[in-house]
């Protein structure tokens, strides 16, 4: 987890994340340091993130993102927050 100012970043590590021209595994996801957001989500791994979103696949996210027209990382705090704090 890195730290810059107001914002915390987490990643989520998909193992089928390298596709293409895309040479990592991991989506970097910002979250504001002090929103209800990421007082739910600051103790969660990876998996446990994937598991509350119902993504485990790079692909999976990647077709969600498109089809939402939405960055991934957008797309991850998009279900995150329906999830947790609907």
Do not use: W
Not at 27 to 54: H, N, P, Y
């Amino acid at each position: 987890m890195q730290k810059n100012n107001d914002r915390v970043y987490k990643s989520i590590y998909f193992k089928d994340g390298i596709s293409g021209n895309r040479k990592r595994r991991d989506v970097t996801v910002a979250f504001c340091r002090d929103g209800d957001l990421f007082s739910k989500c600051k103790e969660l791994k990876s998996t446990d993130i994937k598991r509350i979103i119902d993504i485990d696949s790079y692909d999976e996210l990647l077709k969600r993102a498109k089809n939402e027209k939405v960055k991934l990382s957008t797309c991850i705090k998009r279900l995150l927050e329906n999830r947790l704090l609907s």
